[in-house]
């Protein structure tokens, strides 16, 4: 590990250069159509640079708006239409406080009109929250996956200290709550220990549920839940909480591995477009007679896509998190439309969709389930994505500068000192995995 150590430090200069090649602003966005307008969050790397909210010209590539007062980590953004934009990051505004033993910031909801850059609302929400949408009438609904109790209270106790919240406030780690910003009160709440065991995903004292989207789909009367650890998407009824229907079981890898932002594409058939993360796929399922078909799979090249969605045009727009960009590809799997986003991209809308448009299933496309497969990767490509995935899990400790070639360079002069430091390694692995 000394011998990366000696290697990353040599090239602080160009580090350093690209770390402070961007400052935090908030900008106004231009007059570009709604329909050529992409919203893209990025969550940044752990050296602090490259997380933000960026608006894209689709036609020209540019940036037309961006918000990167956030140390890192943006999640969920989402366009509400007329500019407005509901978004979920860490802030800069708070020094950060120590949640067990790790730094942890006052996380906010923010609701603005990119247009005229009013804040029309912004909250504080727990530590880590990957996904908020807003369901009318001041009311939001928020994907709480902040760990076990104790870094919950630790949150609670610091946020009241600091005014954040209302001292009446209550919630439970690994929540789903609704928040009503105008009463500034928790309204209706699903908590997953009340309907899996404690050590079900990675264990109620760790990360449980990870959980990273939630939906209110059904007219209302249901909720979408993607807890990434348990391996599936979960539909429960709001009034009753009873799970309706769940895609996927825990370390079943063959239908989804750890996955991120499904979207319900029909209610009946259930069908669901989701990015299958730890299998770098995207994929889409229809239930008939009690059982799930996939219908439709993208994987090509992609590197631990994260989101999702299908537009009325019959395309999918994906998050390829790993290969920094975000595409749009047609039902046989050809890219129509590339942006390339440097620092992890998380989730992508196209402004005048609103968010997470539910465009037509497989089924309506192709008029059956009939699923063809755009799957093509040769053992040449194979084993460049081994390269690529473990230089992928490395980067989110190492600085941005250092691509798959510079990587291999470091390796190469590892070993031309001695050896390589297995013991080094391990800890680049283990610290990048922790990071996300
Ligand atoms: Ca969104
Ligand atoms: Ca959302
Ligand atoms: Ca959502
Ligand atoms: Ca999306």
């Known amino acids: 590990m000394v011998l990366v150590g000696i290697l990353i430090v040599s090239f602080f200069p160009v580090a350093n250069a690209a770390l402070t090649a961007e400052s935090a602003v908030q900008s106004t966005e231009s007059s570009v159509p709604p329909n050529q307008t992409l919203l893209v969050s990025t969550q940044g790397a752990s050296v602090e640079f490259g ?9 020209s590539d540019r940036i037309i708006w961006k918000w990167t007062d956030c140390p890192n ?20 505004e708070k020094k950060p406080f120590q949640i067990n033993g790790s730094d942890s910031y006052n996380w906010k909801a923010t609701h603005l009109n990119r247009s005229t850059g009013e804040i029309y609302r912004q909250f504080s929400v727990p530590p880590e929250t990957h996904d908020i949408d807003y369901l009318g009438d001041g009311r939001y609904i928020v994907a709480n996956k902040i760990l076990h109790d104790s870094a919950e ?13 209302n001292e009446s406030r209550e919630t439970h780690s690994h929540l789903v709550y609704i928040y009503n910003a105008t009463s500034d009160e928790i309204v209706w709440e699903y908590r997953f220990v009340d309907h899996f065991p404690k050590n079900a995903g990675d264990g109620y004292a760790n990360d449980y549920t990870h959980l990273n989207d939630v939906d209110v789909v059904d007219n209302g009367s249901a909720v ?42 029909s209610n009946s058939p259930p069908t669901v477009l989701v990015a299958d993360s730890g ?7 229809t239930r008939r007679n009690g059982s799930w078909k996939q219908t439709w799979i993208y994987k090509n ?3 631990w896509p994260r989101d999702a969605d299908r537009l009325p045009s019959g395309n999918t727009l994906i998050v390829d998190t790993g290969n920094d960009r975000v595409i749009e590809v047609t039902p046989d799997g050809e890219i129509v439309n590339t942006t390339e986003i440097a620092q992890a991209p ?12 539910q465009g037509p299933p497989m089924y309506e496309i192709r008029g059956s389930d009939t699923n063809t497969s755009t799957e093509q990767v040769s053992s040449v490509e194979s084993l460049q994505r081994v390269w690529l995935d473990y230089h992928f899990t490395a980067s989110w400790i190492l600085p941005t500068w250092v691509d798959p070639i510079a990587f291999g360079s470091m390796h190469f002069s590892i ?13 680049i692995w283990r610290s990048s995995v922790l990071y996300r």
């Open 346 to 357: 998380y989730d992508a809308e196209i402004a005048g969709l609103g968010d997470e448009p």
């Open 51 to 59: 997380a933000g909210i960026f608006s894209f010209n689709r036609s």
């Open 415 to 427: 070993l031309s000192f001695g050896g390589l430091s297995s013991c080094g390694l391990d800890t």
């Open 153 to 165: 209270q630790a949150w609670l106790r610091e946020a009241k200290r600091q005014g954040w919240i």
């Open 279 to 285: 299998n770098d796929r995207i994929v889409e399922y």
């Open 224 to 265: 979408l839940l993607s807890p990434r650890e348990f391996d599936r998407v979960v539909l429960i009824d709001k009034e009753t909480k009873e799970t309706r229907w769940t895609l996927g079981a825990e370390d079943e890898y063959s239908t989804l591995h750890e996955q991120h932002n499904p979207v319900l594409l």
């Open 301 to 303: 090249e992609l590197r």
């Open 73 to 92: 980590k943006c999640f969920d953004v989402d366009p509400l239409g007329d500019g407005e934009t509901l978004f979920v990051s860490k802030t800069g």
